[in-house]
């Protein structure tokens, strides 16, 4: 059964530094996502994605904050200056988004640290 | 804004009790309701989901319940196995809208003791 990939695993960084994470969502589907989850918190919606451009996004997806489909296949979230509090598990969904099937399916996250 | 309340946050019972975990949305146009396992370290995993237009789904021994009044969903595990052992998330969202985010609860964790 195909699924969504991530990369890093995990990823330790500096204050201020830029890090940018990948996401293979599956092949046929539309619609990609990103959600963080604070170590013990819940699942927090970060930015939608579809047909090439943000669909929707939280207040926590500051200017920092980018995403983009550089090509056919990789979905990427980019922070452009982390703080302390970035640290959380990132997670990637996609969904289909044709007829009925409405499932978002995540990644296995990637851990940021930010030091 | 849109919110899900979940409880318990923690939930320990034995083995071939039943577990109950309940959530409230507060946005009346969510109409999709599902249900996501996160063991620890790994992938949220759906494991059953309902929409608004049916009061009850089942699948084995989990089944999800949707009172579209009170804005109350649960979910029903009975038989509970050692492996059922993780952090259960509910979710609300709207649809048709594919882009539409999901609001999670803040999470159940649940401990079945052999």
């Known amino acids: 059964e195909p699924e969504v990939t991530q990369t890093p695993s995990h990823q330790v960084t500096q204050m201020g530094q830029e890090v940018i994470l990948r996401c293979v969502p599956i092949?046929?589907?539309?619609?990609f996502y990103w959600y963080r989850q604070i170590l013990g918190q819940k699942v927090e919606f970060l930015v939608s994605?579809?047909?090439?451009?943000?669909?929707?996004k939280s207040e926590i997806f500051d200017d920092q904050f980018s995403v983009e489909r550089p090509d056919g296949s990789n979905f990427t979230l980019k922070i452009r200056s982390t703080k302390l509090e970035d640290s959380a598990m990132y997670f990637c969904a996609s969904l289909n988004g044709q007829g009925a099937r409405e499932t978002q399916y995540f990644g296995p996250g990637t851990r940021l640290l930010v030091l | 804004g849109e919110n899900v309340e979940q409880h318990p946050s923690t939930l320990s019972v034995q083995e071939g009790d039943s577990a109950v975990i309940k959530c409230t949305y507060s946005?009346?146009?969510?109409?999709?309701f599902p249900w996501y396992k996160q063991e620890l370290g790994k992938r949220p995993q759906l494991i059953i989901d309902?929409?608004?237009?049916?009061g009850e789904k089942k699948d084995q021994r989990i089944a999800v319940t949707l009172n579209k009044t009170a804005k109350h969903f649960s979910l029903h595990i009975t038989e509970t196995q050692p492996e059922d052992s993780a952090v259960y998330f509910c979710?609300?969202?709207?649809?048709?809208?594919?882009?539409?985010?999901?609001?999670f609860g803040a999470g159940t964790r649940l401990a079945v003791h052999p």
């Open positions: 979710a609300a969202s709207i649809l048709p809208g594919g882009y539409n985010k999901l609001i």
């Open positions: 309902i929409r608004s237009n049916v």
């Open positions: 092949s046929n589907h539309l619609y």
């Open positions: 946005d009346s146009a969510s109409n999709y």
């Open positions: 994605f579809y047909n090439n451009e943000i669909s929707e």
